[in-house]
């Protein structure tokens, strides 16, 4: 069973192109979720999605930033006129379902974007 | 709110020693509280994780500690070695089933 696949690994863009980051979640998972390091920072919350459905994008900056988790395919998280301040580590999750028992989450490789 | 620390920040100890890693956190309404392991410029390692309902986990050489009441985890290692030096990452699942991270530990195992 392979884990959650991101990609690319890297990724680089000039100021004002757009990005697009993919996230497998492993087989038989349903929800994702995007997390930020930014550099010398600790992880943040971005959004979580599950098949077809935001649940929550609480940390989603309002502009540029928007995801999808299609009922084909895998998840995007796309960085419309990318700025320098969004060069980071974007890290996708993945868990089998919800509900009030405890799931863990379960991470990709990560994909590392720098703006130039 | 929910609130990470992790501390120290960084620590700096020789081969073979134990020591023990800090977490705290400020809302006790946790689903589980998860250690990592992240080494420079790579992905995150998951270590550990232990249910609201548990009190520790164990796996080879770590031993992880939850209170959930006080809001607090401790990772401890045994037997250091060079190979542990890293940054561990602490991280709650709060009840929005997103992860709140610590700033992490930079450890460093000399040899």
Redesign the interface.
Known sequence: NAGVMQNPRHLVRRRGQEARLRCSPMKGHSHV?W?RQLPE?????MV?LQKENI??E??MPKERFSAEFPKEGPSILRIQQVVRGDSAAY?C?SSPS?GPT?Y???????T?LTVT | KQEVTQIPAALSVPEGENLVLNCSFTDSAI??L?W?RQDP????T?LL?I??SQREQTSGRLNASLDKSSGRSTLYIAASQPGDSATY?C?V?DS?????????TKLIIKP
Not at chain 2, 41 to 44: N, V
Not at chain 2, 96 to 104: E, M, R, S
């Open positions: 979720y997390y920072e600790g992880l943040k919350f979580y649940i929550d609480s940390g890290f999750a919800r405890s863990e989450q379960y991470f990709g490789p990560g590392r | 689903y589980n998860q990592f410029g790579k992905g995150l998951s994780l249910q609201s990452l991280a699942e929005n089933y997103q992860l709140i991270w610590g700033a992490g």
